[in-house]
């Protein structure tokens, strides 16, 4: 027996992480894409049909299924351009040595640790119509009242505030670090041939950085395009569709009108955004590298 382990001791380390694979993902991945090519609405009396691709035809004929991809792909690349402009600019401030530096970097990521739901919540006060903080600070200003979430112009924007101000600082954090790893000989050779602050941010930190930062951005679109919590927290998708995104048209196709088919059909469609997404930006980040 101690033989046997012996020759096989390679494949039975390996062997937990296959059967994480298989169970975790293959197998739910397998069928998922079985349920897609079928109908069923979980009635105990039915079993599911296989209809093909019906369930894909119908989602590309449907007004409804393109709008909830533009606004996944308008509330995704909104809020992580703001977060990168914002995160490169608070990592550059950070990248310094001055009094409270590691304060003002734990207050910079208090928002990161709060629960999505949570974050929604409060959020959800703040912009309420009547007694909620944000109307109060307009109306200090002489800003008129605003609906926020209640107005369908307004409501995806408000989103992407909240997205902003929760991961701006994970951006912040990734980014840091890269510049972080930058050596110190660039800059001494810059400042010694008269460059600005500006040109050796330009020049040097911003080049040498940029794979950190594409691997920040790659992270945080896919993560905004999964967005569910906040916005299921907040607005359940509404004003009518205004905030409806795939995750949030999904999950009602699925509980609540009992379409599993469609439901599954979606998030297939979904996962293929997210895989030619991951592979645009990882092919972007080889070539970077190879530059730089």
């Known amino acids: 027996m101690s033989r046997w382990v012996d020759k096989h001791l390679k494949i039975l380390f390996l062997l937990p992480c296959l059967l994480f694979i298989v169970f975790m993902v293959l197998f739910p991945l397998g069928y998922n894409i079985y349920m897609s090519t079928s109908k069923w609405s979980m009635s105990a009396l039915s079993s599911p049909e296989f209809v093909g691709a019906s369930n ?3 989602l590309f004929r449907s007004p409804r299924f393109w709008s909830a991809v533009g606004r996944t792909l308008y509330y995704a690349f909104v809020a992580v351009a703001i977060q990168t402009l914002l995160g490169i600019g608070i990592a550059q401030m950070l990248n310094r040595s ?16 709060a629960t999505p739901v949570a974050v929604g919540m ?28 209640g107005s369908s112009a307004s409501a995806l924007n408000a989103l992407i505030f909240i997205d902003v101000w929760e991961w701006t600082p994970m951006v912040m954090l990734m980014v840091l670090a890269g510049m972080v790893a930058i050596p110190k000989d660039p800059y ?17 930190t911003l080049p040498l950085a940029s794979p950190t930062i594409l691997v920040a951005v790659l992270l945080r679109l896919i993560d905004a395009i999964k967005t569910f919590d906040i916005i299921y927290a907040t607005t359940k998708g509404g004003p009518g569709f205004a905030t409806e ?27 293929v955004i997210v ?18």
């Open 275 to 292: 895989m030619s997404m991951a592979i645009m930006f990882n092919a972007a980040k080889k070539r970077v590298e190879v530059e730089y």
């Open 188 to 204: 001494e050779s810059a400042v010694v041939d008269g460059a600005t602050a500006f040109q050796r941010f330009r020049y040097i």
């Open 98 to 113: 001055f009094f409270g530096k590691g304060v003002a970097k734990t207050l910079f990521l208090l928002p990161v640790v």
């Open 122 to 149: 409060v959020w959800q006060m703040i912009y309420e119509p009547t007694i909620g903080l944000g109307n109060a600070i307009l109306t200090s200003m002489g800003f008129p009242r605003q609906l926020f979430l």
């Open 245 to 271: 995104t795939i995750n949030i048209y999904a999950t009602l196709a699925t509980f609540q009108y009992y379409s599993f088919g469609e439901g599954a059909a979606i998030t297939m469609c979904f996962f």
């Open 56 to 58: 894909y035809l119908m």
